[in-house]
C-alpha cells in the first residue's frame, strides 16, 4: 500500500532527554495532523550522540515511563525514533523503536560500532546481536542504526528476510571534501543509499540529525529514495528540516519486475559459499 512518511531532520541537544522528548512529541503531533503515516528520527533522537561518560545517564528501559507518551502517540502514526537502551543486566545499547498502535513493534540494537576517525562508540556501548525484519502495516521493514548501513551484509540479511523498506537511523557527521568541494559524507551516504536501494528493490528511508556538538556538525540530507534508486524527497543540508515524502507500492512493483534482483538472488548458493569460507578460515 501507498504511504506518507514524513523524516524529522532534528537538532537534539546532547543529555536533554525532557528536552528533546519534547521536541519529539511536537514532530509527531505536527505529523499527525497532516495526516503523515510513519514519522522517522535519527540516532540517538532522544539523547544526542558524543555522550560519552553520560551514557548511563540518559539510558532508559524499553518499558520505560519516559516512552509512554510516544507509545500512547504511536496510536496515530508510526514511529521509528534512537534512544539509548539499558538492558536489565545494565548494559547499554545504540538502539532504535518502531512504534505502532500503542505498542513497540520492534526494537533493534546497533550492531557494528564504529571506532575510526571521529567515533569511539565500542567504548560506552555493547553491540547488538541480531538482524531481523518485522511486520508492519506498511509491509516488511527493517531498523538499520547508521554503520550498520556501511556494513553490506545487513542490508542484504534484512532484504533476504522479506523487507521491502529500509529505514536507517543515522547521527552522521559531516566529514571531508568531494572533487566538486561538497560535502564528503554527504556524497558518500546519497551513493550508499541509492546503490543499496537498487540492487535490494527496496525502498530506503534515511533520517540524518544536524547541529553541532562538541564542534562537530551533522550535516542531515535525509531522504526518501525509490527502489530505482531515485530520490523521492531529500531534507536541506545542514538545517533543520522535515522532510515530506509519498512511498509508493507501485514503483516497487514497477522496479522488481524491471530488475528482479531479489527475485533471482540465491540463498542456498550464499549460504554454501559462507559456510566454505568459514570452514576455511577456521583451519587457518
Not at 515511563?65 to 502517540?73: H, S, V
Not at 531498523?143 to 548501513?149: P, T, V, Y
Not at 562537530?216 to 543540508?237: H, Q, T
Request: with cysteine; net charge negative.
Amino acid at each position: 500500500m501507498d504511504f506518507t512518511v514524513a523524516l524529522a531532520q532534528i537538532k537534539p541537544k546532547l543529555g536533554c532527554l525532557a528536552d528533546n522528548g519534547e521536541m519529539i512529541c511536537a514532530a509527531v503531533e505536527r505529523g499527525i495532523s497532516e495526516g503523515i503515516d510513519l514519522i522517522v528520527f535519527p540516532e540517538l533522537a532522544l539523547t544526542g550522540y558524543f555522550l560519552r561518560d553520560l551514557v548511563p545517564e540518559v539510558a532508559l528501559r524499553a518499558d520505560s515511563p519516559q516512552l509512554a507518551r510516544l507509545l500512547d502517540l504511536s496510536r496515530h502514526i508510526d514511529i521509528a525514533v534512537g534512544f539509548v537502551e539499558a538492558s536489565p543486566d545494565y548494559r547499554f545499547f545504540n538502539s532504535a523503536l518502531y512504534l505502532s498502535m500503542g505498542e513497540i513493534r520492534h526494537l533493534h540494537r546497533k550492531v557494528y560500532l564504529p571506532t575510526y576517525g571521529l567515533f569511539d562508540e565500542q567504548r560506552y556501548f555493547a553491540r547488538g546481536e541480531s538482524i531481523r525484519a518485522f511486520d508492519t502495516r506498511f509491509g516488511r521493514m527493517g531498523l538499520l542504526i547508521c554503520e550498520d548501513m556501511w556494513h553490506l551484509s545487513v542490508p542484504y540479511i534484512l532484504a533476504m528476510d522479506g523487507t521491502t523498506t529500509l529505514i536507517c537511523l543515522s547521527s552522521s557527521p559531516g566529514r571531508g571534501i568531494s572533487e566538486d568541494e561538497s560535502l564528503g559524507s554527504t556524497v558518500a551516504w546519497q551513493k550508499l543509499t541509492s546503490t543499496t536501494a537498487m540492487f535490494l528493490n527496496c525502498r530506503i528511508l534515511y533520517c540524518n540529525r544536524v547541529g553541532y556538538e562538541d564542534g562537530v556538525n551533522f550535516w542531515g540530507g535525509s531522504e526518501v529514495v525509490a527502489p530505482s534508486g531515485s530520490v523521492v524527497a531529500r531534507g536541506n543540508i545542514l538545517l533543520e528540516d522535515y522532510v515530506v515524502g509519498l512511498v509508493e507500492e507501485g514503483a516497487l512493483r514497477r522496479e522488481r519486475i524491471f530488475s528482479p534482483m531479489m527475485r533471482d538472488e540465491s540463498l542456498s548458493i550464499t549460504m554454501k559459499e559462507l559456510r566454505r569460507i568459514e570452514t576455511e578460515r577456521n583451519r587457518l
